[in-house]
């Protein structure tokens, strides 16, 4: 073994990684631009995120060249209780966060356990000890994955936080890969001595928060300067968090105030910067949603609802989201609202009668009805009028992808919400298949879509609000029908769509699908 010597400044490889999977792997960066698109609609929507709490299986990969780097379970268990604490926000130490920033503090909801189930339904306790003839791993390379190049194979990232723990070389304390990695490589790397705070954990990095700066871009977090080098242009695509000209290392003093950010200045107590371990005591209530819109996306099959409460460090891992987790928050928001249209619709109700949604109009968005223009209806994309086709496609993210290493100014100009800019380019068609989800074939629609409906009301009373209310439902059927064209809906998702149209069909009397 090549003696490594222990860092005392943090350095995270995730960049870099991130960086050379552009580069290399198939499908990565369609897969981060979706990634990317959750995670812009569930910061517009953050009263959709997932309740309740969820708890991660863990798998911790040991790999060791000689005894000292073969940690102990002891070690192993003291990372699994800082993780428990710290994406609770009951870390011992959040009281130190500064008052300017206390209100901003987040409670991600999460707990994480070891294993009690290996892939193949015998017992474990969640540790695999591989021996290799390696003497340390890289985050220029892919070889810590891999047992045949002296790692160790990943088991189902559906099902399991993968761990690796091993000897880092370049002063590297760990690297994840964002969400949209391949399976074989998806899961968190730490250096053997910065990780739990017991056994070879060493100072400055020895409070177990390296494991939880990686799991952050695991779930989606970047660097919260984000990452573009000491400039004041790059974004870490979270409103709460100030910007920052760069990372902030060793124990900064508050405020450490850049980009003009003061008085409070920057974050640098937050958990994605580069502060050492005493140093770094939350994450944001932005983040959280950031973290819970990877949770809904791409690793909604992960992670298992459990109570809020205090819970044990062994859990047996089941290839189930939470029951409670939104897999769409749009689509969950639309199915919900008209089932309760459905339940309380009188038994009468006709085509001209009053539509009279209750205490507030349907999907008001504040003070202002659905209808309202001003300032935006809750699909607005921006400058563009909710039907403008505009010169790109849906979600398009512009010339690069987000994340591209290449500085950006914002993620709005890398990431377009306009989930309607293209939809009256879409080729309106009869029903075709009703029963069959997912991508539509053809450029036919599933259901019945009668777009002579009134767009507005014009005139008043029952009928202007029953034209209003048409015009709505309109909207919606344009947008289910996008998705459904895109390939984007789910089978709930279609389930959302029938109904829909079937009311829809019912209030304009038309013929049944």
Request: glycine share 10%; net charge negative.
């Amino acid at each position: 073994m090549v003696d490594q010597p222990v860092p005392q400044r943090r350095t995270c490889g995730t960049k870099t990684v991130h960086e050379r999977l552009l580069r290399n792997a198939p499908g990565y960066r369609e897969a981060r631009d979706m990634v990317e698109n959750q995670a812009f609609r569930m910061s517009r929507m953050p009263e959709a995120l997932r309740t309740g709490c969820t708890q991660i299986a863990v798998v911790v990969h040991v790999l060791y060249n000689d005894d000292s780097e073969n940690i102990s379970d002891e070690q192993i268990r003291s990372q699994i209780t800082v993780l428990n604490a710290d994406f609770r926000a009951r870390n011992t130490d959040v009281g130190s966060v500064p008052a300017a920033f206390q209100p901003l503090v987040g409670d991600a909801r999460l707990s994480f356990a070891l294993a009690s189930l290996a892939p193949d339904g015998t017992a474990t306790d969640g540790i695999v000890r591989v021996a290799t003839a390696k003497t340390s791993f890289s985050d220029e390379n892919d070889d810590v994955y891999y047992t045949a190049r002296g790692g160790s194979d990943a088991w189902d990232r559906d099902r399991y936080l993968n761990i690796w723990v091993c000897t880092l070389s370049g002063g590297l304390l760990g690297f994840a890969p964002y969400p949209g990695a391949p399976a074989a490589v998806d899961g968190v790397v730490v250096l053997n001595t910065a990780f739990g705070t017991t056994g070879t954990a060493s100072a400055p990095f020895n409070l177990g928060r390296t494991a939880t700066h990686e799991i952050g871009h695991w779930l989606n977090l970047i660097h919260i300067w984000g990452d573009d080098g000491s400039g004041c242009t790059g974004t870490d695509a979270v409103a709460d968090t100030p910007d920052q000209v760069g990372p902030n290392t060793g124990t900064p003093a508050f405020p450490s105030v850049s980009c003009m950010n003061g008085p409070n200045g920057d974050m640098f107590m937050n958990y994605m910067d580069y502060v050492d371990d005493a140093a770094m005591f939350m994450f944001s209530v932005g983040q959280v949603t950031r973290m819970h819109a990877a949770l809904d996306g791409a690793r909604s099959l992960l992670g298992v609802s459990v109570s809020c409460g205090p819970g044990p460090d062994i859990v047996k891992p089941i290839k189930e989201s939470p029951k409670d987790a939104p897999k769409d928050s749009l689509k969950d928001l639309i199915k919900d609202n008209f089932k309760d249209i459905i339940k309380d619709r009188p038994k009468d109700f006709t085509k001209e009668t009053v539509f009279d949604p209750g205490p507030k109009p349907f999907f008001d968005p504040g003070p202002k009805s659905f209808g309202d223009p001003g300032p935006k209806s809750i699909f607005d994309p921006g400058p563009k009028s909710f039907g403008d086709p505009g010169p790109k496609p849906i979600f398009d993210p512009g010339p690069k992808s987000f994340l591209d290493p290449d500085p950006f100014k914002s993620v709005k100009d890398q990431v377009k919400f306009g989930a309607l800019d293209t939809i009256d380019s879409i080729p309106w068609g009869p029903q075709v298949n009703p029963g069959v989800s997912g991508a539509i074939g053809g450029g036919l629609q599933p259901f019945v879509l009668a777009t002579n409906a009134p767009q507005r009301p014009q005139d008043s009373g029952a009928a202007g609000q029953q034209a209003l209310l048409l015009g709505i439902m309109v909207n919606l059927l344009k947008h289910y029908a996008y998705l459904g064209q895109s390939g984007l809906l789910d089978a709930q998702g279609m389930a959302a769509w029938q109904e829909l149209a079937t009311l829809y069909q019912s209030l304009t009397n038309r013929p049944g699908a």
